[in-house]
């Protein structure tokens, strides 16, 4: 098991297993800075008070899922959009894949809260900002006006819904305020559809703005 902030290079992953001493290879999903903590108190537990490791019948970590952060339901997001005085249309479930796939085939930029909020700084799907990878101009797009950082940095298929600064997006409320902070033009919560046209605009998103203005 390998935790860390290098532990998210992927390109250095792969040469591990596929170069490296080892059978077998698992980066768990909190590697960054903060999978030492995770390390340390894991070390505590076995190692120092003396607690056996329960692995699974295979022998492998009983770990079977990343999406250990809580879940919003329809009902619940509801609320909070009608609540706040927002403007939405709401998709039945056959409705969500192809209305969202035909807005980025659009090349528009869509934010995706669904589920439960995953664990670790790494896109798992149900906290995302989703674009057309096709596009050339996606990367610089997402960078500029979604992450406000540099227009070279990567992008992995799926890139995790918070801008530099913020903490990430957990519940609706934190999702709405990230799509009007930035230039996202879609917000996909749940069931419902939410377009940046139709929203009043923040009183606070032009000031917060600057805190991100690139040279």
Not at 40 to 48: G, I, K, Q, R, S
Not at 189 to 204: D, V
Request: with cysteine.
């Amino acid at each position: 098991m390998l935790a860390g902030g290098v532990a998210l290079n992927c390109v250095g992953n792969g040469r591990l297993l596929r170069d490296g001493p080892f059978e077998d290879l698992w980066i768990q999903p909190a590697a960054s800075d903060a999978g030492g903590a995770l390390g340390a108190a894991l070390f505590t537990w076995h190692c120092y008070l003396g607690n056996a490791r329960k692995l699974s019948p295979t022998g492998r970590d009983r770990m079977r899922g990343s999406y250990l952060g809580p879940g919003f339901s329809n009902e619940v997001i509801e609320k909070y959009l009608q609540e706040s005085g927002l403007a939405y249309s709401k998709l039945s479930n056959a409705e969500i894949a192809p209305t969202v796939a035909k807005l980025i085939e659009e090349q528009k930029v869509v934010g995706w809260f669904q589920g439960r909020m995953e664990f670790g700084p790494r896109a798992l799907g149900n906290r995302s900002i989703l674009g057309d990878a096709r596009s050339p101009k996606m990367r610089s797009v997402m960078n500029l006006k979604i992450k406000f950082r540099e227009s070279f940095r990567p992008f992995a298929p799926s890139v995790l819904f918070n801008v530099r600064g913020e903490p990430m997006v957990c519940t609706p409320e934190h999702a709405y305020r990230c799509f009007m902070r930035t230039n996202m033009d879609y917000l996909m919560m749940g069931n419902y559809l939410l377009a940046k046209r139709e929203q009043k605009e923040i009183e606070s998103s032009l000031e917060w703005q600057k805190e991100f203005e690139l040279d």
